[in-house]
């Protein structure tokens, strides 16, 4: 590698918006290790490669934990109980406080807690007015 191209390799780091610490993956292409953002995805200033950092981006991505009311963390298949009178949205149905929960799912999005409740059916909970049984 000639001088005049290490010196441009050393703009591209000083200009890269993430900590040095933040390791990237090497170029599929030609395995050079100064690989850099470019939007959504990694280029290589070696050879010039552009690929996806999807993967890169999966990988960082912490599992998510739920918590009930009090704390406690929540799982597949756990009993929880009702902590607060509930409507059930498009119904006159309201899931009492004390109601148990067996078998919860947990699942993405606002109501994170999926579930089966007696006399109610398939609805969504939210944790937070959950506790584990
Ligand atoms: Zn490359």
Redesign the pocket.
């Known amino acids: 590698m000639n001088p005049q191209h290490r010196k441009v390799l050393g703009v591209f780091l000083c200009a890269s918006p993430k900590p040095m610490s933040h390791t990237l993956p090497p170029?599929p292409?030609?395995?050079?290790a100064y690989?850099y953002e470019a939007g959504a995805m990694l280029a290589?200033p070696?050879?010039?490669?552009e690929w996806s950092a999807e993967v890169a981006t999966e990988a960082s991505d912490a599992p998510r934990v739920v918590r009930d009311a009090v704390g406690n963390v929540l799982q597949d298949g756990d009993t929880v109980t009702v902590v607060k009178d509930l409507k059930v949205k498009g119904s006159s149905l309201v899931v009492k406080v004390g109601t148990k929960v067996k078998n919860i799912r947990l699942s993405d999005g606002d109501h994170d807690i999926d579930c089966k409740i007696d006399g109610v059916g398939a609805m969504g909970l939210k944790s937070a007015f959950v506790k584990k049984a």
């Not at 292409?29 to 050079?32: A, D, R, T």
């Open positions: 170029c292409q030609c395995q050079s690989t290589c070696e050879c010039g490669h």
